[in-house]
């Protein structure tokens, strides 16, 4: 395995100009870059797909026969094969305890954390010694992979989530798990000359904005957060009826906007995840 692992060349090592110091002080330039001196650093360039696909047919094995297999096959003793082993904890995370009910695993660097929130796709159970899949760190991976789909998505369509926009001056938006009828204004003057009882009387008006609950003058910039213009504010707020909610096909309640509905799911090769391995007497060494 080690042959197949490792048979890629190193990466890096670019022909510098300068093979040596020069002898005197004098001769040494007066600026140069930091690749000047460190840009000829190799570095690894191993293929780990094989370790990885192996792991993977391992499953549902006790973990004590998969790794002393690997030590009979891979030779700690050798500097290259030696390397093999310490990319073991990339795939596979070894330390796993139940803490309160829950799998954790511990971290690289101390500590322990949800299994849930590892990225190790394969961990050791704890209780059977058999090495498993990470279902739940898969299942949220792909759920945030959908969710920045759908964040772009809806960025590219212009949608805003839990907003019905039906013109330039007139919106539905959910507030609170309630759908309402929002009528968008331009913000009026501070106040404003209109005749009274007296010839030159003077009635100062003030705009309120029926969502945000303050005067349209003290919130700009939430305005403009919202409604994505801060020369409007909303005039009027009304509840929906239910004749209403049927026609637009909405519902009063806090679950998921239909613009948060997940994405079209894409085609995957079958056999990249499959179901949950239970350890049983399939194995001659269970």
């Known amino acids: 395995m080690y042959k197949v692992i490792v048979e890629r060349p190193r990466g890096g090592g670019m022909a510098s100009t300068r093979t ?5 002080l004098e ?15 190799k570095w690894l360039n191993e293929n780990l797909k094989p370790l990885q696909r192996y792991l993977e047919r391992q499953l549902g094995r006790r973990w004590d026969f998969v790794y002393s297999e690997l030590c009979e096959r891979v030779d700690r003793r050798n500097t290259v094969q030696q390397h093999i ?3 073991l904890e990339d795939f596979v995370a070894m330390q796993v305890h139940r803490i309160d009910g829950e799998l954790c695993a511990m971290r ?17 159970c704890p209780d059977s010694g058999c090495l498993m899949r990470n279902e739940a760190a898969i299942r949220a991976r792909i759920e945030r992979r959908r969710a920045h789909a ?14 019905r926009k039906l013109g330039p001056s007139a919106q539905l938006r959910r507030i ?8 968008l204004a331009p913000v009026p003057a501070s106040w404003q000359r209109q005749p009274r009882h007296a010839a030159h009387g003077t009635v100062r008006t003030f705009a309120h904005d029926a969502v945000i609950g303050q005067s349209a003058s003290d919130c700009a910039s939430r305005r403009e957060r919202l409604y994505g213009d801060a020369g ?10 239910r004749s209403e909610l049927l026609e637009h096909g909405l519902r009063n309640n806090d679950l998921p906007d239909a613009y948060d509905a997940p994405a079209p799911r894409r085609w995957r090769r079958m056999g990249k995840y499959r179901g949950p391995i239970r350890p ?3 194995h001659k060494e269970h």
């Open 20 to 24: 040596r110091p020069a002898r005197d």
């Open 27 to 41: 001769d040494e330039p007066l600026h140069e870059g930091m690749k000047y001196r460190h840009g000829s650093r």
């Open 85 to 87: 082993h310490q990319h």
């Open 108 to 124: 690289r660097y101390g500590g322990f954390k949800a299994l849930a929130e590892s990225w190790h796709e394969l961990y050791v």
């Open 150 to 163: 759908r964040a772009v998505q809806h960025r590219q369509q212009g949608l805003e989530p839990e907003v």
């Open 176 to 183: 609170d798990g309630i759908w309402y009828a929002i009528e």
């Open 232 to 241: 409007v504010y909303a005039q009027r707020k009304r509840q929906l009826a």
């Open 280 to 282: 049983g007497r399939r």
